[in-house]
Structures are given as C-alpha cells and as structure tokens.
C-alpha cells in the first residue's frame, strides 16, 4: 500500500510569490492535515480537510489556504510568502473523520515539503 | 503558544544508557500519541495511549499517560544509535485537532 505522497520534495521561492504544495493521501483516507514544521517550533497545525470540506483551521493568517479534490488528494497555498513561512511543510492523511473512539485513529505523515523562501 | 510541553529539548547519550522523555501540558487529552521523526522524512506512530495511568510497552519503549491525562512520558531501556531521531508527542485534542510538542531530539552514540 503507498504511504502518502507530497510534492515537490523542495521548493524555493522569494518574497511576496504563492507556493503550491500538494499531497496525496493513502487510498482509501478521506481526511488530510497541513502541518507546518518550522526550526525549533514543533509542529504547527494549519488545515484539516475531510470529504472536500475544510473542517478546522489553525491559527494561522488567511493566506494560508487549500482545498481538497474529489479524490481526496490536496493542495496548500501559501500567497504573498514572508521568510518565516521557510519551513517543513507535512500532510498526513487518516481514515476516519469523526473520533467516537478515542485513540482508534491515526495520522500517517507523508516525507514532507521544503519550502525555501529567499 | 505551545500547548504541550517536552524535556529535554536535546538529548545526547551513550548507547547503552536508559532515557526518559517527559510531555507536558495543563489540558486534558482525550488520547496522546508519540512519534518519531528521522530527518528527511515525516513522523512515525509509536503509539497512542488512552486512558489515564495506561503504560504500554514497544520494545525498549515504555510509554505511561499520566492519570489526569494531561502528561506523558516515553523511556527507554538500554539506548542504541538507531533510536537516534527527533521525538515528538502529540495530543489528541477537540474538533479532531491534534497538538503537537516542541519535541526532543535523541542523539544516540555508539
């Protein structure tokens, strides 16, 4: 079974550009989470997507955006980039949306996405 | 603001040695789970503790979730370099969101 898929593996842009990252979830997983996982800060979460709806966000600014397509792979947008968004950019994906049993869950993380803003 | 807080945050030992690895926090998790992340790559389940004073034994991983299910703690017996990577817990909180620490990361000399 392949594990969840991001790309590009690294991205470099400049100030003031959009990123495009993407992920794809392992078959059969309708739920993907954004991570961000800056130097020395843990992982921070960003988006949650279920079924092609956004279900819960982090905080962080609304240029931080995404979507989820009908076969449940998803895209995260970065627009106006500042050089702090540089940072390990992680999905993961799960196969369950709503937790009636607590810990019966888990998140498989996908290898991650390094975007380099210069 | 880190929701969930571990100590250490660096880690270097002999191989050989025994390790604790504490995760902090004021709230209560419904679930916690521990990960590990090799560098280049994204984090690997351990294991998800449930319920409060749950110990739980990977190996030479013993993972205990506190009784108010607001800590937890990772140990490991007898440390060899392929234990090296960073540690992360992560709880599960409402709406589906988990909470990630600031992790430790475990350097493991041979």
């Known amino acids: 079974e392949a594990g969840v898929t991001q790309s590009p593996t690294h991205l470099i842009k400049t100030r003031g550009q959009q990123a495009t990252l993407r992920c794809s979830p392992i078959?059969?997983?309708?739920?993907v989470y954004w991570y961000q996982q800056a130097l020395g800060l843990g992982l921070q979460f960003l988006l949650w997507y279920d079924e092609g709806e956004e279900r819960n966000r982090g905080n962080f600014p609304p240029r931080f955006s995404g979507r989820q397509f009908p076969n449940y792979s998803s895209e995260l947008n970065v627009n106006a980039l500042e050089l702090e968004d540089s940072a390990l950019y992680l999905c993961a994906s799960s196969p369950v949306e709503i937790r009636t049993v607590p810990g019966t869950d888990t998140q498989y993380f996908g290898p991650g996405t390094r975007l380099t803003v210069l | 603001t880190q929701l969930l807080e571990q100590s250490p945050q660096f880690l270097s030992i002999q191989e050989g040695e025994n390790l604790t690895v504490y995760c902090n926090s004021s709230?209560?998790?419904?679930?916690l789970q521990w990960y590990r992340q090799e560098p280049g790559e994204g984090p690997v389940l351990l294991v998800t503790?449930?319920?409060?004073?749950e110990v739980k034994k990977l190996k030479r991983l013993t993972f205990q979730f506190g009784d108010a299910r607001k800590d937890s703690s990772l140990h490991i017996t007898a440390a060899q370099p392929g234990d090296t990577g960073l540690y992360l817990c992560a709880g599960h909180g409402l709406i589906n969101q988990f909470y990630f620490g600031t992790g430790t990361s475990l350097t493991v000399i041979p």
């Open positions: 709230s209560v998790f419904s679930s």
């Open positions: 503790v449930v319920t409060g004073g």
């Open positions: 078959s059969g997983h309708t739920s």
